[in-house]
């Protein structure tokens, strides 16, 4: 059995943790930039704002309905995130993190558990929802559960108990652990919401009279392989018939690759700001090799100017460099990352976003180092002076310390920083911004 549990509204969701004020009332945040509305209470849905929009566009309609707005906090939401995944491993002998707001569980032996444990648990239900109580009351976020027996089908489960808990008709807890439940919530459920399959393949099969998930399940393999993606399409049906085709996917082998990327607040126009922008992508992405074991050997340095400037295409520029050795040091990086600028930088150009990518990434201290590159082999005092900058930097909050080409100068702001007018405090990863209680 999987299970999948899914935040509530996420974004708006830790915005009321350390807000209660805002509890009933409508809240969206928006993207970066204050651009796009990304995330959306309840209640900012029953509006009618729409995800996506445009946030010029629906401010009258929210300035009418008191619609609270929120800049992204990305921080607060990271943090958040590690607290909701961090109680549900305490709970499931895996968890596959999906997403920020979304973990598969791998629920092997769990209804045994449950039978053997009866004065706490009468069955998967039952230790379903104080999961989700549980999760509730550490972390202040709601959550819905859906358990069956694949991952295709828990998802499909959470969407339901999602449906049932917004017309207080459920509490947010759906198990299919039969055949009967199985067809009952596949009828439910439109084949366009079915996890896998997209827009395009919706059409074509509303086209042949395929309109819910059920239906969906009892074509024949051989039309799914024919018109839904071949075997992609064969382990969707089987998926859906109650068959498990992929187990939870515990990330314990290296990634492929890690961006640090942002749109600037305003269009820049000058070199130094540019450097800095590129050094705290560059800094980022280093402390975020470290935090899980990785050095990378090669880094690509990008840059952007906009669509809408009337200048003629290409509007995205990137330069590669391949590094003597593997490395997480933060001034290598940079180093690399202004070298890689240099080369791509075009006076009089406004340019509107950067980014750095590290790729042939592997485990730390895996590397063979290179004899004629000695001197940019990470030495044991410069791991030390990083893992101090970290240290400080997870004590104090992000930024605490930071390599002088990432500082903005003297009484100025940075230049390259997302406008974020109306973000709420970083409650949990900066000390000046803990949120405080008085007696």
């Given at each position: 059995m999987f299970g999948l549990v899914d935040c509530n509204n996420f974004y708006a969701s830790c915005e009321r943790v350390f807000r209660p004020e805002l509890e009933g009332r409508p809240v969206v945040v928006l993207?970066?930039?204050?651009?796009?509305?990304?995330?959306?209470?309840?209640?900012?849905?029953?509006?009618?704002?729409?995800?996506?929009?445009?946030?010029?566009?629906?401010?009258?309609?929210?300035?009418?309905?008191?619609?609270?707005?929120?800049?992204s906090n990305y921080e607060l939401y990271g943090d958040m995130s590690r607290r909701v995944m961090w109680c549900l491993s305490q709970v499931a002998p895996a968890v596959e993190v999906y997403s920020i707001d979304e973990a598969f569980l791998d629920l092997a032996g769990m209804?045994?558990?449950?039978?053997?444990e009866r004065k706490r648990y009468r069955d998967l239900t039952d230790w379903a929802g104080e999961v989700r109580g549980t999760v509730q009351q550490?972390?202040?976020?709601?959550?819905?559960?859906?358990?069956?027996?694949?991952?295709?089908?828990a998802k499909l489960a959470n969407r339901l108990a999602k449906i049932a808990k917004l017309a207080n008709s459920g509490p947010g807890v759906l198990v299919l652990s039969d055949e009967a439940q199985r067809r009952e919530a596949l009828a439910q459920v439109a084949v366009g919401d079915v996890w896998g399959v997209g827009s395009r393949s919706a059409a074509k099969l509303a086209a042949v009279g395929i309109r819910t998930a059920g239906e969906l399940a009892g074509v024949g393999d051989a039309w799914a392989r024919k018109n839904l993606g071949g075997v992609v399409g064969a382990r969707l049906l089987h998926e859906l018939r109650g068959f498990p085709c992929a187990g939870v996917a515990v990330?314990?082998?290296?990634?492929?690759?890690?961006?640090?990327?942002?749109?600037?607040?305003?269009?820049?126009?000058?070199?130094?700001?540019?450097?800095?922008?590129?050094?705290?992508?560059?800094?980022?992405a280093g402390e975020k090799l470290r935090r899980q074991g990785?050095?990378?050997?090669?880094?690509?340095?990008?840059?952007?100017?906009s669509k809408y400037a009337g200048l003629p295409p290409p509007y995205s520029f990137s330069a590669q460099l391949t590094l003597p050795v593997a490395t997480d040091d933060t001034l290598t990086l940079v180093r690399a990352a202004q070298c890689g600028l240099e080369r791509l930088w075009r006076p009089g150009r406004r340019y509107v976003k950067a980014g750095v990518v590290l790729d042939g990434l592997e485990r730390a201290g895996a590397d063979q180092q290179?004899?004629?590159?000695?001197?940019?082999?990470?030495?044991?005092?410069?791991?030390?002076?990083m893992r101090a900058m970290d240290a400080l930097n997870e004590r104090y909050g992000t930024g605490t310390v930071k390599v002088g080409a990432a500082v903005a100068r003297?009484?100025?702001?940075?230049?390259?920083?997302?406008?974020?007018?109306?973000?709420?405090?970083?409650?949990t990863t900066k000390w000046g911004e803990l949120w405080g209680l008085r007696c």
């Amino acid at each position: 059995m999987f299970g999948l549990v899914d935040c509530n509204n996420f974004y708006a969701s830790c915005e009321r943790v350390f807000r209660p004020e805002l509890e009933g009332r409508p809240v969206v945040v928006l993207s970066n930039n204050d651009g796009c509305v990304i995330a959306r209470s309840q209640e900012a849905k029953v509006l009618g704002v729409r995800m996506g929009e445009p946030y010029f566009k629906v401010r009258e309609l929210m300035e009418r309905h008191g619609v609270v707005v929120c800049s992204s906090n990305y921080e607060l939401y990271g943090d958040m995130s590690r607290r909701v995944m961090w109680c549900l491993s305490q709970v499931a002998p895996a968890v596959e993190v999906y997403s920020i707001d979304e973990a598969f569980l791998d629920l092997a032996g769990m209804a045994q558990h449950c039978a053997l444990e009866r004065k706490r648990y009468r069955d998967l239900t039952d230790w379903a929802g104080e999961v989700r109580g549980t999760v509730q009351q550490r972390t202040g976020i709601p959550v819905c559960v859906g358990v069956a027996p694949t991952k295709t089908l828990a998802k499909l489960a959470n969407r339901l108990a999602k449906i049932a808990k917004l017309a207080n008709s459920g509490p947010g807890v759906l198990v299919l652990s039969d055949e009967a439940q199985r067809r009952e919530a596949l009828a439910q459920v439109a084949v366009g919401d079915v996890w896998g399959v997209g827009s395009r393949s919706a059409a074509k099969l509303a086209a042949v009279g395929i309109r819910t998930a059920g239906e969906l399940a009892g074509v024949g393999d051989a039309w799914a392989r024919k018109n839904l993606g071949g075997v992609v399409g064969a382990r969707l049906l089987h998926e859906l018939r109650g068959f498990p085709c992929a187990g939870v996917a515990v990330e314990d082998e290296a990634r492929k690759s890690l961006a640090c990327t942002r749109s600037f607040g305003q269009p820049l126009t000058e070199l130094a700001d540019m450097a800095g922008a590129v050094a705290s992508h560059a800094a980022r992405a280093g402390e975020k090799l470290r935090r899980q074991g990785l050095e990378a050997r090669l880094l690509t340095v990008f840059v952007e100017t906009s669509k809408y400037a009337g200048l003629p295409p290409p509007y995205s520029f990137s330069a590669q460099l391949t590094l003597p050795v593997a490395t997480d040091d933060t001034l290598t990086l940079v180093r690399a990352a202004q070298c890689g600028l240099e080369r791509l930088w075009r006076p009089g150009r406004r340019y509107v976003k950067a980014g750095v990518v590290l790729d042939g990434l592997e485990r730390a201290g895996a590397d063979q180092q290179a004899l004629l590159f000695a001197e940019v082999a990470r030495s044991p005092e410069r791991s030390k002076l990083m893992r101090a900058m970290d240290a400080l930097n997870e004590r104090y909050g992000t930024g605490t310390v930071k390599v002088g080409a990432a500082v903005a100068r003297p009484g100025q702001r940075e230049a390259w920083a997302m406008r974020r007018d109306v973000r709420s405090p970083a409650f949990t990863t900066k000390w000046g911004e803990l949120w405080g209680l008085r007696c």
